[in-house]
């Protein structure tokens, strides 16, 4: 796309550890159909995971969906 996804926000799931939510808008000028959304999931700078997200609600311009695999007590990055 011409610009990446936006407004990106990952939180807490109560209750889990080893998931968050991410949302996000899409782009505004997509460049074409998009078929899949990837995010990157670094600890300590290194990138540890690379997963295509799997869109569990849309919600007028909003994209939600679920981060799954992650460790409890570890600090990550994450990039859309």
Known sequence: PKDPP???IVS????EVNRVK????PPEEPNGNITAY???IYEKDQLVKNI???ITQRDQNMLTA???G???GHSYS???
């Open 22 to 25: 991410v949302t996000f808008t």
């Open 52 to 54: 295509s997200l799997n």
């Open 38 to 40: 990837f995010v990157y």
């Open 12 to 15: 807490v799931i109560p209750e």
């Open 66 to 68: 679920v981060i799954e």
């Open 78 to 80: 994450i990039q859309v």
């Open 70 to 72: 992650l460790k409890g």
């Open 6 to 8: 936006k407004n990106v």
